[in-house]
């Protein structure tokens, strides 16, 4: 019995021994085996216009039945994407990749990795000036400039289309009724830097230091005004007036005083900071949510407002360094509609009384005989957002 199992092991093993030896050599042969294709002349090539990039190559010998996969990752970063291409070329997009940044790009033939072949590339995206093959400047995460320098941003602003990414002259602000329906769809946000010698400006000049109050010191200088285009807020506020009857359905200027967190002077666009609240209001108007429910306030939870340049002027002025120099302050077009006067504080109010639309704090009386105990300057304050729209924003040298 032991012989017979002893003469089994001796015969198959030598057989076993033999087979595992042929395997791995065969397995070694397989891996070691270089592929018999190759990707050859693999290119990258940018389109600036759009941070586009288009990817071709060739296989070598061909095969058309193959396919293949790219995959890309931006330089020094360890994640990354792949797509699959039935035709020896691929188009990136801004979908796929981040403009202004180097990128690694990999194409291999589906079936074989050890073929591939690899090409770096810089993304470039230029600056949506007709013409200007300089690079848009990033601003914050993920968030780019559209423009290389406030310059081209100024001088865009006053002849295009501000429809994004639409480069057709106009001398309105959006050259088709298509791209301003759009724009009143999406809400669309432009600003225009006016020029400070032009009729807009000089009126809109002419009328702060006509409401400034002396008592505040001399007249602090305008430096930029910037017209907040927002085809939206306009259309909201045109469908506000519209349900008001004479004659309540007037529009009225007043200045609101709030903060600036962005270097809006180095870019001349919105940015898109959450707590910058120049740029909030020009993009969404006064946002009901924000009142702030927490700190008293003279005539309950509204949205106040001054006739008077010089009130809005105490608010705090811009943080960002490059804005510290600067006040801002908004000129906003508002349609109070029809008043409720008070000459006291009283901040239980929840809104104007019936019949009302908007609550006035008056600061004098009877031709200014009398003075309100509470209030040195008159204010407006608002309940409804919809009766509201930001029109200028004013950046004012700091006085003291
Ligand atoms: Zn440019
Ligand atoms: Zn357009
Ligand atoms: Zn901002």
Redesign the pocket.
Known sequence: MWKSLELFLLCTFPVLLFWFIFYCSRRNAQQNRKPSYRIENLSAVCNGNDGSVKVTWSLNPPDILTNYFISYRKQFEPTSCSRLSLLQSYQLTREHIEPLNVYEIKVWPSNCEAAASSVTVYIDWYCQFPGCERSRRKREEKSYSAFCSPKHAAKFGASYCLYPECTVKSHDNFCSERHLEKAKREGVCGLVILDNASGQCEKLMKKFSKNWCSKKGNVPKISHVFEIVNPKLQQRLDNYISKLSWPYNGVEQYYHGTQ???D?LDYYE????SN?G???ISKRGFDPQRINSTSWQRFGKGFYFAPNSSKSYDYPRATHNVTDKYHCMLVCDIAPGCKYTLYKDDPSIQGPPKGYHSIYGSSRWLWGLWKSPDMNYDELVVFDSEAIRPHYILFLENNS
């Open positions: 600036i967190k962005c809006m919105p940015c898109s900071k910058c120049v740029c909030g």
